[in-house]
């Protein structure tokens, strides 16, 4: 094998693709719980009805932008991070820890200050982690198998969205007050799920590596980039950026258009369906473009999915009965999905090696950026709702701004040049 500061050329076992990505499962079940169904139910008990997007998106937003820059950071200092247990685990340890303290605080919360901490230090833990789980993947996949690891990690993520979605959309009652118990159920997964990882992800020892940068340092080093060097690097997560402004839309204030458009009575079950409609075009289509985009290259299939989650927006817009929003958001959930795996294995392709933390950890400038820029639609729905009550001018607007975005991501992947194949010569994008 390779110094831990490259990629593994071992051809991956499905055991070692397994344990590098079941920690996503125990990640995406708590924030699908917590952004999806938890937080925006708790909330409707301590903000103004007309001010509910807005508080939603705010809180919501703050955390992402501290996500998006701890995410970053805490991949950085993994890069140079020096034991005998690897350079990846033991930050990923260290916020696990800690994550379940700011859970144990979000149980018990009863009112918008305890939400805040507990959430906000979610962010920060959480995120702590997430950089350095980020490195795995390139770091013990050689290129060849980075479509079907990118697939694998994408269908955990899915299915930690499905259980959460479905089974806290059925167990978290409307009338509750605090988290509770849900928040005790998202610790024993997180503890699970990460567990695996940590203790049989194959990791060497990095203490051949210098010694740990202090997060200042860590600053420093991630701002030495050589951006024109890694130019299609920078343009595709600009495409995942512009992408997922519209899709963290929807997804942030689903709960309240189900609320307030389909007229649901228990609109935080129907929620946690609807999602799941949309999750589940996206797992349908995640892993069959996991091995297409190992065959044909990632970049077409950006294309066909930003066209395909412009079309799922633009029915979302007409949907009217529960009925109807589950079909028309399976359209859009299978462009995200098709997205998200081609999106991912071409960031892996193009991130240098020797730096796979501190690029990977990068992407969450689109990914968290994206979801907190999408945050602030929620004064535009307020304001647009009150405009004429009873239209719903917001949520028409959130669909039609999803589209419109998805559209422009396919047209900024002019930019990206994909790397060549063997055999292949040097072609530039058009």
Same mark, same amino acid.
């Given at each position: 094998?390779?110094?831990?500061?490259?990629?593994?050329?071992?051809?991956?076992?499905?055991?070692?693709?397994?344990?590098?990505?079941?920690?996503?499962?125990?990640?995406?079940?708590?924030?699908?719980?917590?952004?999806?169904?938890?937080?925006?139910?708790?909330?409707?008990?301590?903000?103004?009805?007309?001010?509910?997007?807005?508080?939603?998106?705010?809180?919501?937003?703050?955390?992402?932008?501290?996500?998006?820059?701890?995410?970053?950071?805490?991949?950085?200092?993994?890069?140079?991070?020096?034991?005998?247990?690897?350079?990846?685990?033991? @930050?990923? #340890?260290?916020? /696990?820890? =800690?994550?379940?303290?700011?859970? %144990? !605080?979000? &149980? *018990? +919360?009863?009112?918008?200050?305890?939400?805040?901490?507990?959430?906000?230090?979610?962010?920060?833990?959480?995120?702590?982690?997430?950089?350095?789980?980020?490195?795995?993947?390139?770091?013990?996949?050689?290129?060849?198998?980075?479509?079907?690891?990118?697939?694998?990690?994408?269908?955990?993520?899915?299915?930690?969205?499905?259980?959460?979605?479905?089974?806290?959309?059925?167990?978290?009652?409307?009338?509750?007050?605090?988290?509770?118990?849900?928040?005790?159920?998202?610790?024993?997964?997180?503890?699970?799920?990460?567990?695996?990882?940590?203790?049989?992800?194959?990791?060497?020892?990095?203490?051949?590596?210098?010694?740990?940068?202090?997060?200042?340092?860590?600053?420093?080093?991630?701002?030495?980039?050589?951006?024109?060097?890694?130019?299609?690097?920078?343009? @595709?997560? #600009?495409?995942? /950026?512009? =992408?997922?402004?519209?899709?963290? %839309? !929807?997804? &942030? *204030? +689903?709960?309240?258009?189900?609320?307030?458009?389909?007229?649901?009575?228990?609109?935080?079950?129907?929620?946690?369906?609807?999602?799941?409609?949309?999750?589940?075009?996206?797992?349908?289509?995640?892993?069959?473009?996991?091995?297409?985009?190992?065959?044909?290259?990632?970049?077409?299939?950006?294309?066909?999915?930003?066209?395909?989650?412009?079309?799922?927006?633009?029915?979302?817009?007409?949907?009217?009965?529960?009925?109807?929003?589950?079909?028309?958001?399976?359209?859009?959930?299978?462009?995200?999905?098709?997205?998200?795996?081609?999106?991912?294995?071409?960031?892996?392709?193009?991130?240098?090696?020797?730096?796979?933390?501190?690029?990977?950890?990068?992407?969450?400038?689109?990914?968290?950026?994206?979801?907190?820029?999408?945050?602030?639609?929620?004064?535009?729905?307020?304001?647009?709702? /009150?405009?004429?009550?009873?239209?719903?001018? %917001?949520?028409?607007?959130?669909?039609?701004?999803?589209?419109?975005?998805?559209?422009?991501?396919?047209?900024?992947?002019?930019?990206?040049?994909?790397?060549?194949?063997?055999?292949?010569?040097?072609?530039?994008?058009?």
């Amino acid at each position: 094998m390779t110094s831990a500061s490259a990629t593994s050329t071992r051809r991956a076992s499905a055991w070692d693709l397994f344990a590098l990505n079941v920690c996503w499962i125990g990640l995406a079940f708590m924030w699908n719980s917590l952004h999806n169904i938890l937080l925006p139910a708790v909330l409707l008990h301590y903000v103004p009805d007309e001010r509910k997007n807005t508080i939603l998106g705010l809180l919501t937003g703050a955390g992402l932008v501290i996500a998006m820059v701890v995410q970053p950071v805490s991949g950085a200092i993994s890069d140079r991070w020096a034991s005998r247990w690897g350079r990846r685990r033991p @930050l990923i #340890v260290i916020g /696990l820890l =800690f994550d379940f303290v700011f859970l %144990g !605080i979000l &149980a *018990f +919360a009863g009112g918008i200050p305890a939400l805040a901490i507990g959430y906000l230090g979610l962010q920060i833990s959480s995120n702590l982690a997430h950089g350095p789980m980020q490195g795995l993947l390139p770091d013990r996949v050689p290129p060849d198998g980075l479509g079907r690891g990118s697939a694998l990690k994408n269908s955990f993520d899915i299915g930690g969205m499905i259980v959460a979605l479905l089974f806290m959309g059925r167990l978290f009652s409307p009338e509750a007050t605090r988290l509770g118990g849900s928040a005790g159920i998202v610790i024993a997964v997180m503890a699970v799920s990460t567990g695996i990882t940590v203790l049989w992800a194959r990791e060497e020892s990095s203490l051949h590596l210098p010694k740990g940068r202090s997060v200042g340092e860590s600053l420093k080093e991630m701002a030495r980039i050589d951006w024109r060097k890694n130019a299609p690097f920078a343009w @595709l997560v #600009v495409v995942r /950026l512009v =992408f997922f402004l519209g899709v963290y %839309g !929807i997804q &942030a *204030f +689903a709960q309240y258009y189900v609320r307030d458009v389909l007229k649901a009575e228990n609109f935080v079950q129907v929620t946690g369906d609807l999602l799941a409609a949309i999750v589940f075009g996206i797992l349908a289509f995640s892993f069959i473009s996991g091995f297409l985009s190992d065959r044909v290259g990632p970049k077409p299939l950006h294309v066909a999915a930003a066209l395909l989650a412009a079309v799922g927006s633009v029915l979302m817009l007409m949907a009217r009965t529960p009925t109807t929003a589950l079909i028309f958001g399976g359209v859009l959930g299978a462009g995200v999905g098709v997205f998200l795996t081609a999106n991912w294995a071409l960031l892996n392709q193009l991130a240098p090696p020797e730096e796979a933390g501190k690029f990977m950890g990068l992407t969450n400038l689109a990914t968290a950026g994206g979801g907190a820029l999408a945050r602030l639609f929620g004064p535009a729905i307020d304001g647009l709702n /009150l405009l004429q009550p009873g239209a719903n001018l %917001g949520y028409s607007f959130l669909f039609i701004s999803s589209a419109v975005f998805a559209v422009i991501s396919a047209l900024i992947l002019r930019r990206v040049v994909a790397p060549q194949k063997k055999g292949e010569t040097s072609v530039q994008s058009v």
